[in-house]
């Protein structure tokens, strides 16, 4: 299955993206990135965002693929938490599934 994801983060933001990336390959082969670009926080107060596009083909499910979104996100310590203090550590959303849009990519439409 097609699948399009987006990273984001505000603190130690190369770091996180890269590690990120590096925790992803792992799971899903041949996954590929777009470059990273800057952006402005939209909806809280923090520092710039550094996001990137990943793409790639899955047999995993929906409810996997997303699962293991969010076992990453907890492994590099991010937190409902943080995000409430407007910190993100890393935030990996799944965008596109197939053809379903699961979550609308905000930063790309600024």
Same mark, same amino acid.
């Given at each position: 299955?097609?699948?399009?994801?987006?990273?984001?983060?505000?603190? &130690? +933001?190369?770091?996180?993206?890269? &590690?990120a990336q590096i925790l992803?390959? +792992?799971?899903? &082969?041949?996954?590929?990135?777009?470059?990273?670009?800057?952006?402005?926080?939209?909806?809280?107060?923090? !520092?710039?965002?550094?996001?990137?596009?990943?793409?790639?083909?899955?047999?995993?499910?929906?409810? +996997?693929?997303? !699962?293991?979104?969010?076992?990453?996100?907890?492994?590099?310590g991010d937190s409902h938490?943080?995000?409430?203090?407007?910190?993100?550590l890393i935030d990996i !959303?799944?965008?596109?599934?197939? !053809? &379903?849009?699961?979550?609308?990519?905000?930063?790309? +439409?600024?």
């Amino acid at each position: 299955m097609k699948t399009i994801i987006a990273l984001g983060s505000n603190s &130690k +933001q190369e770091e996180n993206i890269s &590690k990120a990336q590096i925790l992803l390959k +792992q799971r899903f &082969k041949g996954i590929r990135f777009s470059n990273p670009v800057w952006t402005e926080p939209i909806g809280i107060e923090s !520092d710039t965002f550094l996001n990137c596009i990943g793409y790639f083909e899955t047999e995993y499910s929906l409810e +996997q693929v997303r !699962d293991y979104l969010k076992a990453i996100e907890q492994i590099m310590g991010d937190s409902h938490e943080n995000h409430q203090r407007g910190m993100v550590l890393i935030d990996i !959303d799944l965008a596109q599934y197939g !053809d &379903k849009i699961v979550k609308e990519i905000i930063w790309l +439409q600024e």
